[in-house]
């Protein structure tokens, strides 16, 4: 499933197509996503400008003025840029290429979700109090989260602190992938419960979640099942996992066995002479 460092590489590769150009038309070939796209986003969205391209948690949003367009890729969706001038727009649509948002320019954004589990939904009102955006936790990569904020957060939670990490209630973003590699540079074993780790370990475990997050976000995200870029290429970040599927191997720091364990119906890997408590 594509995690934050998957849709920010998305969003940071199809803003520079998208932003300040105007839609020409919307084609919706299969309208049963996770929910499914209202008949009459095209009537909704034909002539808008597209102010900004953003995102919250998973969530793509592009602004339109009179609404936003919330994306989510799913389990193993993927939005694609075909430039107006390029042979790719020649191509007919495949079997999974649901949506199309078309520029004046006759560039087009893609929707290919062979899952089916995306999302394509309109909101006129406001958008953070949307039922999917309004109860998430704050952004990994902001001054929002802190030590302080973490360590208050989850001072009396007695489950393992991965996932307490993973909550998106908690904060956003932080999937399976990227909650081991992130526990195993802060030195943190998954097992350890929330409430016994001190404020300055939650620092530790704070920077290890953000320079995680940002390594992944400059190697275009990990490319596991279907995922790939914007630009129809693979992300490239599974090449520096310490931890993340590797159960059985050495550590690469000590030496020592990689362990994987099962938590709440995820898998999770660690070393225990790196990440002792």
């Known amino acids: 499933m594509p995690e934050l460092p998957e849709v920010e590489t998305t969003r940071r590769g199809i803003a520079p197509y998208l932003s300040g150009q105007s839609i020409a038309n919307v084609v919706i070939r299969n309208s049963q996503l996770r929910w499914p796209i209202q008949d009459d986003l095209p009537e909704l969205m034909t002539g808008l400008t597209i102010q900004s391209v953003s995102r919250r948690a998973k969530y793509i949003l592009l602004d339109c003025g009179t609404g936003k367009l919330l ?3 799913g389990m193993s969706g993927s939005l694609r840029v ?3 001038d ?3 727009c020649l191509e007919l649509p495949g079997k999974h290429d649901h949506f199309d948002l078309v520029l004046k320019n006759q560039t087009i954004l893609r929707l290919r979700d062979p899952r089916r589990f995306g999302a394509v939904l309109w909101h006129s009102e406001a ?3 949307h039922s999917l955006l309004r109860h998430l936790g704050p952004e990994p990569l902001t001054a929002d989260f802190n030590a302080q904020y973490l360590f208050e957060r989850l001072r009396a939670s007695r489950s393992g602190i991965k996932q307490n990490i993973m ?3 908690v904060v956003v973003g932080v999937g399976n992938i990227y909650a081991n590699e992130a526990l195993f540079s802060a030195g943190i074993n998954p097992k350890t419960t929330a409430d016994s780790i001190s404020k300055v370990r939650y620092g530790k475990l704070v920077f290890a979640i953000k ?3 940002q390594l992944a976000i400059e190697a275009g995200g990990s490319s596991l099942r279907d995922f790939v870029k914007s630009d129809g290429k693979p992300g490239y970040f599974q090449q520096h996992y310490w931890v993340y599927g590797r159960a ?3 550590c690469k720091k000590c030496n020592n066995t990689i362990q994987q364990i099962k938590q709440g119906q995820r898998s999770s890997f660690y070393c225990p002479s790196c990440q002792r408590a």
Do not use: D, E, R, V
């Open 71 to 73: 994306l989510h890729l």
């Open 82 to 84: 075909l430039p107006g």
């Open 86 to 88: 390029s042979i790719q």
């Open 127 to 129: 958008i953070f109090q």
């Open 167 to 169: 909550n998106n209630q």
């Open 211 to 213: 320079t995680t997050l």
């Open 248 to 250: 059985g191997q050495s």
